[in-house]
């Protein structure tokens, strides 16, 4: 089947029809349309190994509106405490018939093992600090309603860029549809490799990449995932690195502010910013249940020229 793994998967065109087709889905949702049967008799099921919110039920919610079964297993509710092994558990879901799996897993890599193991197809909903494509696509759909284009747009990315899926979906599909990807935090949490290289801009302090920027997408430090603590302290880092209304006044006066969710409000962003005029953090939201019906319906479907990991 065709898999969503990862935006490096993905050329430009793909990318261009999932959002073409997401915006088509938001004009539905938007007309109150919200069932619509083209994906009756399909089966999708939700295999969340990680806690989520949004992801979770808006994958849930995508499905349901398009008319597919849709069930959820979330790992602590699930025979996954009584030791049943990931390989296992794929190999039991498939059995059911479904014919997608939605999967978030701690461990990178995980949702390209299940692609290998079960023969339904496999949207990545999050593996460890490697991938979250659907949240690389809502992203740039958003930044896409708001200044028409990417390309050749700034975009600054803040905070825990070693531990963010996010970042890195963002910093693939970004780079291919042509944007200028700026990259900042403490030196703790920014990744080794990373170089100035091909478009991507490495600076140690906030203030240099958010100058000038018409995007800031600030990150949630993940702190389940800070090994020895957060390192500088939160105190110091919302001093130091938040994005707060000071060093918002240095981008563009048409800045758009992104965040993920869910947000350490007073941490990484400040709460007057987190709600200002230039926030998109709900619209994100919204847009993310129309990129999980496209992503659902092409992957389901088939596109016209959606050939993902065939
Ligand atoms: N942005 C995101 O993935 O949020 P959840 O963890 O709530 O799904």
Known sequence: GKSILGLEYLSEDEMNLVLDTAKEMKNIINRD?????????KSIINLFYEPSTRTRTSFELAGKYLGADVVNITASTSSIVKGESLRDTLLTVEAMGVDAIVMRHKAEGAAEYADKVVSPAIINAGDGAHAHPSQGLLNMFTIKE????????KVAILGDILHSRVARSDIWGLRKMGAEVHIAGPKTLLPRFIENEKG?????R???AVENADVINVLRIQLERQKTGLFPSPREYARIFGLNKERLSRAKDDVLVLHPGPMNRGLEI???????NHSAIQEQVQNGVAIRMALLTLVLMG???LEIND
Do not use: Q, T
């Not at 349309?33 to 008799?41: D, M, Y």
């Not at 991507?200 to 140690?204: E, G, K, S």
């Not at 400040?270 to 200002?276: E, F, L």
């Open 270 to 276: 400040s709460p007057d910013v987190a709600y200002c």
């Open 33 to 41: 349309i919200k069932k619509v049967p083209a994906l009756r008799g």
């Open 146 to 153: 708001h200044k028409n284009k990417i390309k050749g747009l």
């Open 303 to 305: 596109g016209k020229s």
């Open 200 to 204: 991507i801009f490495v600076h140690d």
């Open 206 to 208: 906030i203030e240099d």
